[in-house]
């Protein structure tokens, strides 16, 4: 493998309540951000 990426992605932006964790628009929002960067940083 000539490529090697290691880092660490949060996927939550802020302490939030588990009820506001536990919806799926939320936990889809930030997924999408954090891949988002992870492909900005892959990619570069």
Do not use: G, P
């Not at 000539?2 to 929002?29: C, G, H, P």
């Amino acid at each position: 493998m000539e490529d090697l990426l290691l880092a660490s992605f949060s996927i939550q932006q802020s302490a939030n309540s588990l009820e506001e964790a536990m919806k799926k628009e939320v936990t889809l929002r930030n997924v999408k951000r954090v891949s988002k960067m992870i492909a900005k940083v892959y990619f570069k």
